[in-house]
């Protein structure tokens, strides 16, 4: 199971940190990361971080903004959203899969979401 909290409401050019737990299995076997999905749009993946690897990949729309870490030994995964523009506005969904990827079918497993809104 993932379990993601930290969204919220926030102004442009704020900050949030999205957390996602862990339960049941461990994320170091994994790629752990973030997909979102915005109203009326397609679910796009965000970053992810691959601990057997050591390396982590961002959406272009995200690079220099979002920082994707992750606890291994607490079984979190984080999410640090800075500079945040109205165009962040979704669903964030904690993610983890076999691969180093942002594509859909890269994921296994999926936690429920939780709401981040950017005002201008």
């Not at 506005?89 to 594509?103: D, E, I, N």
Request: hydrophobic share 35%; charged share 15%.
């Amino acid at each position: 199971q993932l379990q993601a909290s930290g969204g919220g409401l926030v102004q442009a050019g704020e900050s949030l940190r999205l957390s996602c737990a862990a339960s049941g299995f461990s994320f170091e076997h994994y790629c752990a990361g973030w997909f979102r999905q915005a109203p009326g749009k397609e679910r796009e993946g965000i970053s992810c971080f691959s601990s057997s690897g050591n390396s982590s990949i961002y959406a272009d729309s995200v690079k220099g903004r979002f920082t994707i870490s992750i606890d291994n030994a607490k079984k979190m995964v984080y999410l640090q959203m800075n500079l945040l523009k109205p165009e962040d506005t979704g669903v964030y969904y904690c993610t983890a899969g076999p691969f180093l990827g942002l594509l859909l079918s890269d994921v296994d497993y999926w936690g429920q979401g939780t709401q981040v809104t950017v005002s201008s």
